[in-house]
């Protein structure tokens, strides 16, 4: 009885509600990314784009959901059916983990207690995003090969070999951001950027942040690094043979990476739930929080278009380019940014 | 070499600038056009809600005029059917008994009187050669079928309303060609 009294429940219930909150919002946020991404593709294109399903089409999302589950599953007789099925989970799976320690705002007052809007404060924050990131190759890389389809194995190759490349290149690009923080705990490096006097990370490492930023687009498979999926090519790559809505997770994952990348920036290099020209500190707690909620989705969305506005605007790189890019242009430039970083601030500190 | 036109654009296969080589540049430069489109004005007519306006010329489907006492025009006289080229009207005549006299206009009528809408090249001869302002091409164009049989349009397809008991849909369906003829 002790041990069960010795429990902190309402904590436990806190972070239940918590999580619900985040992983309903991410999924209705990936939900109208893919509104979005088309109505983006549509202006850029001088068309207008969904326009039928409800107001200005809003409901288009629920229509292409139900039109997925009501697909039939098709399973291929020569794929191994439990990878098959494992790949589009794993891909989902690890979209969401990386919401877990994304500090969404500062904290609530609710009930007389301090509710922190971030699921975990880890304090290897930096560090559980990479692995998580990394894990997120095996959706693509099972899904591929269970599918035991000449274009799928390709893709899930092209895939594994560029977010590993890429992956090194975006470390790289952050270790010289950790110098700058000594923390790996992502709620400290938010507050560092909060404190009076500070800046946001993107003005002491706007060539970190660019490496960064290209690493998310290869990351996310996104165009120009879409080569996983290269329509044209691979005939949709590692989801080809998929249907339903396991190849709509699928799908979702991608918007879902697409959205927590997009927080990972924000709160990295742009002050996370920090509200430009505000002094949160002199403001009601609950008050702050909202505000500071507002910014960082404000940026999230803003980062969302920046990823739609690139699809629609570069074709894609061709394999030996992106690998010359990763590799030859990437790695050497983020050692460069850490060792000129390095250096500034052992002279700055003297 | 001399140019064939004055539209050769020599290319310049110079080894790509620092500027070119590190694509930002460019990458910056396209995404800059692209987000100008962004206000551009969309040419999208968004069809059913709004619609194309027709020409002055546009030729659409047939219609068989009455005259301002609601009386059919047409006296089966089969000139439309002779002077179409791709043979799309069939029409079987009539003699007006005593008593039709407010249905038909002169002593002949047609009983029958079909278009082949598969057929028709809606070249507007039918509506020259008619000889009494019968027949002419309106601004509608036939709706989508699933069956072919659908597109033989007889009279009761063809036929204009009635100017005294519906005249604002006669007004509607006579619509500008009518008018103009006239």
């Not at chain 1, 000449?150 to 790289?172: H, P, V």
């Not at chain 1, 061709?318 to 430039?333: A, E, F, S, T």
């Not at chain 2, 008991?165 to 369906?173: F, G, K, L, N, V």
Request: charged share 20%; aromatic share 12%.
């Amino acid at each position: 009885m002790s041990v069960l009294l010795a429990i902190d429940w309402p904590m436990i219930v806190e972070k239940l509600v918590l999580i619900t909150v985040i992983i309903s919002a991410s999924l209705i946020i990936a939900m109208y990314s893919t509104y979005a991404e088309r109505k983006v593709a549509a202006v850029i294109q001088d068309r207008i784009g969904p326009n039928r399903a409800g107001p200005f089409g809003l409901l288009q999302p629920l229509a292409d959901g139900l039109k997925l589950f009501m697909k039939e599953e098709i399973i291929p007789n020569s794929s191994n059916k439990f990878l098959f099925i494992l790949g589009p989970c794993l891909a989902m799976l690890t979209a969401m983990m990386t919401s877990a320690i994304i500090p969404w705002g500062s904290k609530i007052e609710l009930f007389g207690r301090n509710i922190q809007l971030q699921i975990a404060d880890i304090n290897i924050g930096v560090l559980y995003i990479f692995g998580v990131v990394s894990m997120g190759v095996y959706g693509i890389m099972i899904g591929g090969w269970a599918s035991n389809n000449k274009f799928s194995l390709l893709a899930a190759i092209r895939g594994a070999s560029q977010i590993i490349s890429y992956e090194l290149a975006m470390g790289l690009s952050l270790i010289a951001l950790l110098m700058l923080t000594g923390s790996l705990s992502l709620k400290t490096i938010v507050q560092h950027q909060m404190d009076p006097g500070h800046r946001w990370n993107v003005f002491f490492q706007p060539l970190g942040f660019l490496i960064f930023l290209v690493c998310a687009f290869a990351e996310c498979n996104r165009t120009p690094f879409d080569l996983p999926e290269a329509e044209n090519e691979l005939n949709f790559g590692y989801h080809q043979e998929y249907s339903s809505m396991k190849l709509g997770f699928y799908l979702f994952a991608e918007y879902i990476n697409m959205f927590i990348s997009s927080a990972i920036m924000a709160t990295l290099f742009f002050g996370g739930y920090d509200m430009p020209f505000i002094n949160e500190a002199g403001l009601n707690t609950n008050l702050a929080a909202i505000i500071g909620v507002v910014a960082l989705l404000g940026k999230i969305a803003f980062f969302i278009f920046f990823f739609m506005w690139v699809r629609w605007t570069i074709p894609r790189f061709r394999y030996d380019q992106l690998m010359n890019l990763g590799w030859k242009v990437m790695i050497p430039l983020a050692l460069i940014n850490m060792l000129v970083t390095g250096a500034v601030i052992l002279w700055l500190d003297k | 070499m001399q140019a064939l036109t004055n539209r050769v654009k020599v290319l310049e296969r110079k080894p790509m600038t620092f500027l070119e080589r590190i694509y930002l540049w460019n990458i910056m430069k396209g995404m800059f056009i692209t987000f100008k489109h962004i206000f551009k004005r969309k040419p999208t007519i968004s069809y059913p809600e709004e619609k194309r306006p027709f020409s002055p010329v546009f030729r659409g489907l047939q219609i068989l005029n009455r005259d301002e006492e609601g009386r059919e025009r047409c006296t089966a006289c089969g000139l439309c059917a002779v002077a179409c080229p791709s043979e799309a009207i069939t029409m079987e005549a009539a003699e007006r008994q005593p008593g039709e006299e407010h249905l038909y206009r002169e002593e002949k009528y047609a009983a029958k009187y079909e278009i082949n809408m598969l057929r028709c090249i809606f070249c507007g001869l039918c509506e020259e050669a008619c000889p009494k302002d019968a027949v002419y091409l309106s601004e509608t164009f036939a709706p989508p079928n699933f069956q072919r049989e659908s597109f033989i349009y007889d009279k009761n397809d063809l036929l204009i309303p009635d100017p005294k008991t519906e005249p604002d849909e006669y007004i509607r369906a006579l619509g500008n060609r009518a008018k103009k003829a006239n």
